[in-house]
Structure formats: C-alpha cells, structure tokens
C-alpha cells in the first residue's frame, strides 16, 4: 500500500522561508516516475505547483511560485523536498504531495495538467502572515 506522508508545514511571516517534505512507503521513487507538489487553499481549487522526474533534469513550476520555490528528491532516501522561499500571504494553503506511476519518459512531462497522480499525502498546512 502505498502511503505519503508530508511533514515540514508550519507557520511564517512573509519573506520567510519553509521546507516540506514527502516521505514514501510502498512506492519507489523513480527517475522514470514523477512526484509533485499541490495546494489548495479555502474557497480555492486545488494548484498543482511543482513536479519533478527524471533525476532532476525535469522540472516543472507555476508561475505563481517560479524563481521561489523549489522541488527536489532523493531517491534513496524516498523523500521528496519543496523549498519554499520569499514566501508571501497568498501562500497559505494546504500542500500534498502526489506522486504517479506513469513512465515519464512515456507521457514526457511531469506537468500535472498532462501526469496523472494516483497517490497522494494528506496535506500540510502553511500559513503565511503579512
């Protein structure tokens, strides 16, 4: 059974930073697979953020958090990390991480509007005050 769980949200004050983290059992993380970051905040849909595969060398950003944030993994540790810097109120939300089973080299992009996520985590919050 394949579980993710988040850790690393938390309160800050704008400018601040936070790292998450996603910690993976029963799944391994895979350079042909790709693993990404979602928030949702109230009233709001859910926004896919930040993915990742291919060791590293695909990335995926929304404009809304690119140049700020970050996405990485480390495959032996099965864990993936978003750093989050220069962080603003808009910010605030709850944050999963999803991860697929697709071959990326298949579908080729992590973009979560084309990779489908089958797992997710239950969410982070971050609340990010002015």
């Known amino acids: 059974q394949v579980q993710l769980v988040e850790s690393g949200g938390g309160s800050v004050q704008a400018g601040g930073s936070l790292r998450l983290s996603c910690t993976a059992s029963?799944?391994?993380?895979?350079?042909?697979?790709?693993m990404a970051w979602f928030r949702q905040a109230p009233g709001k849909e859910r926004e896919g953020i930040a993915a990742i595969s291919a060791g590293g060398s695909s990335t995926y950003y929304a404009d809304s958090v690119k140049g700020r944030f970050t996405i990485s993994q480390d495959n032996a540790k099965r864990t993936g990390y978003l750093q989050m810097n220069s962080l603003k109120p808009e910010d605030t939300a709850m944050y999963f991480c999803a991860a697929g089973q697709s071959d990326f080299f298949n579908v080729g992009t992590c973009d979560p509007a084309r990779y489908e996520y089958q797992y997710w985590g239950q969410g982070t919050q971050v609340t990010v005050s002015s």
């Open positions: 029963g799944y391994t993380l895979s350079s042909r697979k790709c």
